[in-house]
């Protein structure tokens, strides 16, 4: 056989070898789109997008339910709350300053003829302003918050006006806490500078209710007997006192006494507190020759700074006015 020949059938027998009977769209299928190498990527991008618009949408759902859970919570205990700070269409807190210079506030109620006779829980028909005649930088008066309902109380108490401070904090502001049920609680306020004529407020809010606030407007001016010797709390002080029975005007008593300015260690809760703002010069009342340098003023005690805890005392329910007189600031340590 030529070599020729043999080479070809030789070839033909090779090539036969690798040929295979199977078709090659079948062997070898075409692929599908969706199956090319950018099958992965595309499948995570959009699983991606859907499971982060997912997220989305679960966590503005999770937060609205948590503010609706937060507003329904507030809305419940709020009104809750509110309630019990309520009675008679008030809050249950009053204010007051302890001179007898106090009327109704923006003139919105009747002075009672009789307080005492009073049927309602309040002291007052509601708010009051009153009248502060001042003898100089560093005098002070005292403020008395009443809790005439029966839970306890957490306020704020907040000057709004120049040149007037609470003693106890230094600022025009303090905070106190659990006045409790029908309780009262007493605070100094004192003058940082020498004001000529000027109105400020006091105004006392809940800690947590921050809409209900009582007001007390005082009106303050400067007084004819300046002196250099302000009396505060803790102040030892000799004083001359009259009291009566606001009501009936009968005079109950009169004498000297000596006290504590503020807490009181031997009398009725009021009398100590009234004597906070009596004024005396420097040589406070042991000079020799004696001079009468003490001033006076009147201030009025409603029962619960007075007798009303006394069960029984013929004076428990009794509106008590006082009439004080400085005669010696005695020596502290």
């Not at 008679?88 to 009747?110: A, I, K, P």
């Not at 004819?224 to 009291?243: A, F, M």
């Not at 006394?310 to 509106?319: R, V």
């Amino acid at each position: 056989m030529p070599t020729l020949m043999k080479y070809a059938i030789t070839s033909a027998i090779v090539t036969r070898s690798w040929i295979s009977d199977t078709p090659d769209e079948v062997e070898h299928p075409p692929i599908p789109l969706g199956l090319n190498e950018m099958t992965v990527p595309r499948v995570t991008i959009v699983l991606s997008i859907s499971t982060l618009l997912l997220l989305i949408s679960s966590s503005v759902w999770l937060t609205l339910s948590a503010i609706s859970f937060l507003e329904d919570l507030d809305e419940t205990f709020g009104s809750n709350e509110i309630e019990l700070l309520e009675m008679e269409g008030r809050w249950v807190w009053e204010v007051d300053l302890l001179f007898d210079t106090c009327r109704s506030r923006e003139d919105s109620w009747n002075w009672p003829s009789n307080l005492s006779d009073q049927d309602d829980t309040f002291l007052y028909p509601g708010e009051l302003e009153c009248d502060w005649e001042h003898q100089g930088e560093g005098d002070g008066a005292s403020v008395v918050v009443y809790n005439r309902g029966e839970t306890d109380l957490d306020l704020l108490l907040e000057i709004n006006g120049e040149g007037v401070i609470f003693s106890e904090s230094g600022e025009n502001n303090i905070i106190i806490n659990q006045i409790g049920a029908n309780e009262s609680k007493f605070l100094e306020i004192r003058l940082q500078e020498d004001i000529e004529d000027r109105g400020v407020s006091i105004i006392a809010s809940h800690t947590s209710v921050m809409q209900a606030e009582v007001r007390l407007d005082v009106q303050i001016y400067r007084g004819h007997q300046e002196r250099d010797v302000h009396i505060g709390e803790s102040d030892s002080v000799e004083v001359e006192y009259t009291v009566w029975n606001y009501d009936t005007g009968d005079e109950l008593d009169s004498g000297t006494w000596i006290e504590s300015a503020g807490e009181p260690r031997w009398s009725i809760e009021g009398f100590g507190w009234s004597v906070i703002g009596l004024d005396i010069d420097n040589d406070r009342g042991s000079g020799m020759p004696v001079i009468d340098t003490g001033t006076s003023h009147i201030t009025l005690l409603p029962p619960p700074i007075g007798y009303g805890n006394s069960e029984g005392h013929e004076l428990q329910h009794a509106w008590l006015k006082f009439e004080l007189k400085l005669e010696r600031a005695l020596a502290t340590d």
